[in-house]
């Protein structure tokens, strides 16, 4: 069975600052077939390179249940990008049968358990991210490049 893993983790030049942050292990996964990659921010329409986008109030779920939005740097909305990034990541997901997901901390929407917490200065929050939160309302664990 298949793993889901957040494309800059894979390699792919996917961040919001046009780089990856490769995962030697994450890589050679994808290599040798076992991983599906995925980049919601891309998948939700945003560009590469783009300006960062950080959670302001709440968590993953709070924005699912537009209790919460996602800015950029600039302090433009993109609250949907990341919406519907996160629904086609599970989409994908969904069509492989995956059960489990390896994603890159601390990431608005791929972040497990702690994420950058809107003030665009680095420091954290407890939280999840916004595909990291809809993925596991829809039973894929999710661990992240730290577990492994
Ligand atoms: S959305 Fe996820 S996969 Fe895409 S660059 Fe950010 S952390 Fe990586």
Known sequence: MKILVSACLAGINCRF??????????????????????????????????LPSEMIDGSGEDVLEEKAGVINE???????????????????????????????????????GQIY??????????GNGVTCALLMKNKIKVITENDI
């Open 74 to 112: 600039e302090g433009a909305d993109v609250t949907k990008n990341f919406i519907e990034g996160s629904r086609k990541a599970l989409e994908i997901a969904k069509k492989y049968k995956i059960k489990n997901a390896i994603l890159k901390s601390k990431s608005t929407a791929c972040g497990k």
């Open 117 to 126: 917490d809107g003030t665009f200065s680095g420091k954290l929050k407890e």
């Open 17 to 50: 600052n046009g780089k990856n942050q490769v995962n030697k292990k994450i890589k050679k996964m994808l290599e040798e077939g076992k991983a599906v990659c995925v980049c919601p921010e891309e998948l939700g329409g945003l560009l590469t390179p783009r």
